[in-house]
């Protein structure tokens, strides 16, 4: 099988910015409460009229500059989201026609917040078989778009944002080991009940919040904790390493007590985890996919280290990787 890398990297966070104190405004909450159980200090708002493919458009951009690639070279486009621009067609037709990349092969792929590690994981499928030569993987979600601002146990919580990779064949490091994993039997305790086949847009879903994000935080919380802690542990097995070997964990931004619970079960000290969740909020598939480009930007992420990325989210779906940069 052939090794699949990263070309390069960019993201794309939009200007308007969203603090606790504005949110303590609009609904009965504090900066103190948002602060202490979620990590959340502010998240970056879509502008109205932007949509999944706009900020796809910019980080996918980056991405191919950094990689110095031509979009019209690309063979394979995912854009990992569960805030597409239409139900059809795939925001990733729609980028690709922004991009000018003709040639590529388009889907969308909804894993929710592992969106991107399921990502990174089919495209490096496509690459190693010699399907495809490349991949731009993206990370895309408009989360205000589903956002219930009424809602204070979920709208303190999302944000919106891009990031975006392109992949292709390496000779050194890439993608070493990949876990994915779902619990169809969880599916009451995260999601968006209205607009699908089962529950169709009319007044009524409109008028009852339907179409907005619903989570069961509080019975989410220790699921995450240890899944994202089993989903590492799995991987790593896989990959013959062990947590001593891992130099940055980029995990899944959702709360950064689950993300600190996740490390001290791993045994993985804190300067070992990078964090964006106080700037970004939870960005679902986008979270991870920032994470990780900031984290190189930052200069935490070197040739030669090993990353773990481990994400979770609606599905209930994991999902765990080992990178060699
Ligand atoms: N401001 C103030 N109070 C709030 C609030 C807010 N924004 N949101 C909820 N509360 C209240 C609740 O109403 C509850 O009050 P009560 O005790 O009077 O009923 C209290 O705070 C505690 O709520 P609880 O849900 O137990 O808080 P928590 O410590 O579990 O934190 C989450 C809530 C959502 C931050 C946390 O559960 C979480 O992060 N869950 C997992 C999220 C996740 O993993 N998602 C999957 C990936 S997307």
């Not at 690639?69 to 729609?94: N, Q």
């Amino acid at each position: 099988m052939k090794k699949v890398g990263f070309l390069g990297v960019g993201e794309y966070l939009p200007e308007k910015i969203l603090t606790n104190q504005q949110l303590e405004k609009m609904v009965d909450t504090s900066d103190e409460w948002i602060t202490t159980r979620t990590g959340i200090k502010e998240r970056h708002l879509a502008a109205s009229g932007e949509a999944a493919s706009d900020l796809a458009f910019k980080a996918a951009q980056k991405a191919l500059a950094n990689a110095n690639f031509k979009p019209a070279d690309l063979e394979l486009i995912i854009v990992a989201t569960i805030t597409g621009d239409m139900p059809t067609p795939s925001t990733a037709a729609i980028l690709q026609n922004m991009l000018g990349a003709p040639k590529a092969a388009c889907f969308d792929l909804s894993a929710a917040c592992a969106g991107f590690v399921y990502g990174i994981s089919v495209a490096q499928q496509f690459i190693a078989s010699g399907t495809y030569k490349n991949a731009l993987v993206v990370g895309a979600e408009v989360l205000s778009s589903i956002t219930d601002w009424q809602d204070r146990n979920t709208c303190v919580l999302f944000g919106d944002g891009a990031g975006a990779v392109v992949l292709a064949e390496v000779k050194h490091g890439g993608i070493i080991s990949t876990y994915l994993g779902c619990d169809g039997s969880k599916v009451d305790i995260l999601n968006v009940p209205g607009g699908g086949s089962r529950n169709p847009a009319t007044h009524t879903t409109v008028d009852a919040h339907q179409h907005f994000l619903k989570m069961s935080g509080n019975e989410l919380f220790k699921i995450a904790v240890n899944t994202m802690t089993m989903a590492a542990q799995t991987v790593l097995k896989q990959a013959g390493l062990t947590f001593a070997d891992v130099d940055l964990i980029i995990p899944h931004q959702a709360n950064s007590r689950i993300i600190m619970a996740v490390a001290k079960k791993l045994g993985i000290p804190e300067e070992k985890v990078y964090l964006n969740i106080e700037r970004c909020g939870n960005m679902s598939s986008a979270s991870t996919v920032t994470a990780l480009v900031e984290a190189v930007a930052e200069g935490k992420v070197k040739r030669g280290d090993i990353i773990l990325l481990d994400a979770f989210g609606a599905g209930l779906v994991w999902g765990a990787c080992i990178i060699k940069w």
